[in-house]
Every structure is written in structure tokens, then in C-alpha cells.
């Protein structure tokens, strides 16, 4: 597969990037592999788990989601205090992407309520994660931002196969949540259809910043003006 990811004969290029789920970093040495492989790991366990529930899926691996932007930026924020040295606008832009996702989580929310069981797996994948995650961040940020490119690879493709089942009629398209119309500034006739297009524009979005962290901790001279454009957010978050 070739590496689309960042590479400088793209420039100028965002909007195709965004049209592209199939965009893939092909990895490079072990840090890279270790990434994908765990990846791979949870794609499995979430595909056997949710099968095409996409709404009930997506509720759970956005409450997943909204963690590495949030230990990112409390280690970079505490790294930056220590060695006395500026971020270069990293620690914002990770608080930013936890804030995105959570709002994911609450758009989601609405579609699909969590069962009891569902409520229960979400506390016990957050205990994990949250740990695992923090040590592997500690151990090797560019590990930790590799992971995330590729979990959020993983959230393009899904969010693609949710489209497919609302145009194939197979999840109703109902009208957008009140949360997601003001958040993404959606028209007042918005569905979720719509909405799972923004999500998914999110994602892409953060799929290309983190792979971009990951590259510049690896020394690799890096554009982030190249990412897949974030789509306008409200200022002010509202329930
Ligand atoms: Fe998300
Ligand atoms: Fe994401």
C-alpha cells in the first residue's frame, strides 16, 4: 500500500485526502508495526463485538477516543514545564481533540443508547486504557500519536461503513441531535446522515495530525498544513 499520508507531492490536495478512507501510513520499524498491530487487535475485538451496531459502536469507542488527546496533552503540558521549553501549539490542539471527541460521544448519545452492559464495558475499557495508554505515552510518545493515526484510520473506514448502511436504508436516517446541529453549525434540517459526515471529517482530521506528531518525534520534517480540513465547530459547547 503506498503511504499517503503527509507526503509533500499531495500539497494542496486536503479535500481529496478527506474523500479518501483508504489513506494509510505504512508503517516503518518496529514503533510503527507495534502501533498497527494493536490496532489491528481492537479492530478485531470491536468488530466481534458489534458486528454493524455502528450507533452502539461508536459509543463505545468514543468514550475510548476522547482519552489520548487528554494524556497527551497533560505530558506534553508537564514536559514543556520541566524543561522549560514552548509546545508549539501541540497541548491545545490535543485538549481540542479530546473536547471533539467527547462531543462525538455525546452526539452519539443520543442516536444510540447505551445498554447496562454496554455502560459497564465502557468503565472497564477506560480503566485500561487510561493506564495503558498513560504508560505508553510515557514510554514513547511517538508510539502513543502512531496509535491514535491508526485508531483513527479505523474510525474513517467505520464511519464510512455507517454511511453505507444509512444509504442502503439499513439504520434510519433521522433527524441530526439538537447537540450535534449546534456544534457542527448544521442546518436545522440536518440528519444524521450529515452528521456522520462531519464526525467522520473529525476523524480524518485527527488521523493526519497525530500521524504528523508521531513523524516529528521521529525526526521527519513535517507540513500540518497537509492534514484533511477540520470541519467549523461552535466557540461555546451546549448540551
Ligand atoms: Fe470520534
Ligand atoms: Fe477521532
Redesign the pocket.
Known amino acids: 500500500m503506498v503511504n499517503k499520508i503527509l507526503s509533500p507531492d499531495r500539497q494542496g490536495l486536503a479535500e481529496e485526502r478527506l474523500a479518501a478512507p483508504d489513506v494509510h501510513h505504512e508503517p516503518h520499524g518496529f514503533s510503527d508495526r507495534f502501533a498497527l498491530g494493536f490496532t489491528k487487535l481492537l479492530r478485531f475485538s470491536a468488530d466481534t463485538f458489534f458486528a454493524k451496531r455502528y450507533g452502539h459502536r ?1 459509543i463505545v ?2 468514550t475510548v ?2 482519552v489520548p488527546g487528554m494524556v497527551g496533552a497533560t505530558i506534553q503540558h508537564l514536559t514543556c514545564l520541566r524543561r522549560m521549553k514552548d509546545d508549539d501549539g501541540w497541548i491545545r490542539t490535543l485538549m481540542e481533540e479530546a473536547e ?2 467527547r462531543m ?2 455525546m452526539t452519539f448519545i443520543e442516536v444510540a443508547k447505551p445498554t447496562y452492559f454496554e455502560r459497564l464495558v465502557i468503565q472497564i475499557a477506560q480503566a485500561v486504557f487510561y493506564v495503558g495508554f498513560f504508560l505508553l505515552y510515557l514510554v514513547s510518545a511517538r508510539t502513543a500519536h502512531r496509535v491514535v493515526g491508526y485508531f ?1 484510520e479505523e ?1 474513517v473506514i467505520s ?1 464510512t461503513l455507517y454511511l453505507k448502511e444509512i444509504d442502503e436504508g439499513r439504520s434510519p436516517n433521522v433527524p441530526a441531535p439538537e447537540i450535534a446541529k449546534h456544534y457542527w453549525k448544521m442546518a436545522p434540517d440536518a440528519t444524521l446522515r450529515d452528521v456522520v459526515l462531519v ?1 467522520r471529517a ?2 480524518a482530521h ?1 488521523r493526519d495530525v497525530n500521524h504528523g506528531f508521531a513523524s516529528s518525534l521521529n525526526g521527519e520534517a513535517i507540513d500540518h498544513g497537509l492534514a484533511a480540513p477540520y470541519p467549523a465547530h461552535a466557540a461555546e459547547i451546549r448540551a
Do not use: F, I
Request: charged content about 30%.
Open positions: 461508536a469507542l468514543e477516543a476522547a471533539n471527541e462525538h460521544l483513527e474510525a464511519y464526525v473529525d476523524e485527527h
